[in-house]
């Protein structure tokens, strides 16, 4: 079975600190996308990535960055981690034609 | 633009009921890939089945089951003779028909409980 890794199932951070949100896929998939999920207005996609090094922006980029330096490692990346960012964070892996593998979630909290 | 609505924020029913989820998508493309997703307490997301938008026959595995209407754009799911452990958070997905790196698309989720 694909697995994907969130380093982190809980993480309290504090307003303004730089945070790394880290997701390894052990399939060598070739996309990775990091999700955010809100009660009410479901899960919507910050970033993917397509390959390595390659990125492009999902429907709510403001305020993340992502890196994908290998293949099984994508990070999302709060430059500076604010309260509205407090939420759970989903990453995702899929083969080409495959389908989509998640995470367990990495919840959030910005105090 | 692509989306997907889940009209019912949450849903209860009594064991042993059966229960409809529902879904509505729009898009413009003519191919495309339906999902349902089960998210239990745990909080990672189980996929439970795909479709693809020229394929639309019924499926059933076990006690559920998926009614795809192209004519509605609805992808609905029925779990028949409900289980407590059937309580989860249910989404609903849609994705463009491609190779590459397609995004998903969420409705906004259902919670379903299942009481005893």
């Known amino acids: 079975d694909v697995k994907v890794t969130q380093s982190s199932r809980y993480l309290v951070k504090r307003t303004g600190e730089k945070v790394f949100l880290e997701c390894v896929q052990d399939m060598d998939h070739e996309n990775m996308f990091w999700y955010r999920q809100d009660p009410g207005l479901g899960l919507r996609l910050i970033y993917f990535?397509?390959?390595?090094?390659?990125?492009e922006k999902g429907d709510i980029p403001e305020g993340y960055s992502v890196s994908r330096e290998k293949k099984e490692r994508f990070s999302l990346i709060l430059e500076s981690a604010s309260t509205n960012q407090t939420s759970m964070y989903l990453c995702a892996s899929r083969l080409t034609l495959g389908g989509y593998t998640f995470g367990s979630g990495t919840r959030l909290t910005v105090v | 633009a692509q989306k997907v609505t889940q009209a019912q924020t949450e849903i209860s029913v009594v064991e042993k009921e059966d229960v409809t989820l529902d879904c509505v998508y729009e898009?413009?493309?003519?191919?495309?890939?339906l999902f349902w997703y089960k998210q239990p307490p745990s909080g990672e997301l189980v996929f439970l089945i795909r479709r693809n938008s020229f394929d639309e026959q019924n499926e059933i595995s076990g006690r559920y089951s998926w009614n795809f209407q192209k004519s509605t754009s609805s992808f609905n799911f029925t779990i028949t003779a409900s289980q407590v452990v059937d309580s989860a958070v249910y989404f609903c997905?849609?994705?463009?028909f491609g190779q590459g790196a397609q995004k998903l698309v969420f409705g906004q989720g259902t919670r379903l409980t299942i009481n005893p």
């Open positions: 990535s397509y390959d390595v090094k390659m990125k």
């Open positions: 898009t413009r493309d003519t191919t495309y890939y």
């Open positions: 997905a849609l994705s463009e």
